[in-house]
């Protein structure tokens, strides 16, 4: 219990730093501190949550969050834990960007070597793939992005990342905002674009950081792994009776042209209740 205590001890105080992260107030903690926080709790592995764009005020991420709690229950299982990055999340580039600066202090802070897996909601994933582009002490092992928008400007930079995961929903109509951003990467030997199916039904934006998914992350790099990253899309199914199991998703194509064709149609609506509301 006395163990118990101490860790959540740490772990508060690590996510006192992310919090001084957001309010840009880094310089109000003394940098050793800094470094006594973070190697004060090195485990197997180190699981970092990003919110998304207006996530600050949500509590799914922290502790006592219902994905945190997942992600931790398991984690804890070989010695791994969890660790909020706050950011104003703000919808600018500016926002973004100060955001992944903080990011790199962070992961950064830890010693060379540790394995670092990050998990990261919607633009929460774009300010982890700007971070990746700064790191030089510390590689990322996995990046999972939930519902990220995919900009060809922005890709995964695979040398300071191992693995990128790229989970998502076609009834996610959020992550392409009228086509203007992707549903996928381009194709390479460490990128999954992965469709997530949970209790046989596809997750809308917000259902992407279900608990259940917190609970199994830890497991869907071996998964996927066992299963091999190849050319073929895949889809992961996620459901609270049975482990998960990855298959191919032969409907992708066609759901891809779909989802470009509801984006056209929405766009033209648009235009046509702009041109409505002019006259």
Not at 8 to 16: E, H, Q, S, Y
Not at 200 to 221: S, V, Y
């Amino acid at each position: 219990m006395a163990k118990m205590k101490k860790k959540w001890k740490r772990l508060n105080l690590t996510f006192v730093v992310a919090n001084n992260f957001k309010k840009g107030c880094l310089k109000s903690i003394p940098f050793f501190l800094l470094i006594f926080i973070t190697q004060s709790i090195i485990p197997s592995s180190i699981y970092i949550i990003i919110h998304g764009t207006w996530g600050l005020e949500t509590s799914w991420y922290a502790p006592d969050g219902d994905f945190f709690d997942a992600l931790e229950c398991t984690a804890q299982k070989d010695g791994s834990c969890v660790v909020p990055f706050c950011w104003s999340g703000n919808n600018s580039i500016e926002a973004r960007q100060k955001a992944a600066n903080n990011l790199v202090k962070l992961i950064d802070s830890y010693p060379p070597n540790t394995t670092l897996i990050i998990i990261a909601h919607s633009h929460g994933g774009t300010v982890a793939l700007l971070a990746a582009q700064y790191l030089k002490k510390n590689k990322i092992f996995c990046l999972y992005t939930l519902g990220t928008p995919i900009n060809k400007a922005l890709y995964p930079n695979m040398d300071t990342i191992h693995y990128c995961y790229n989970l998502f929903s076609f009834e996610d109509v959020v992550q392409t905002v009228l086509g203007m951003f992707d549903r996928e990467y381009a194709a390479h030997e460490r990128i999954a674009n992965i469709r997530v199916i949970i209790n046989d039904k596809e997750p809308d934006h917000t259902e992407l950081h279900h608990p259940i998914i917190g609970a199994w992350i830890p497991e869907l790099h071996n998964i996927i792994k066992n299963f091999g990253i190849k050319n073929e899309p895949g889809i992961i199914h996620v459901n609270d009776t049975e482990a998960p199991y990855y298959s191919i998703d032969t409907e992708r194509q066609r759901l891809l042209e779909r989802d470009r064709q509801i984006s056209l149609l929405m766009l033209h609506s648009l235009r046509n209740q702009n041109y409505i509301t002019e006259k």
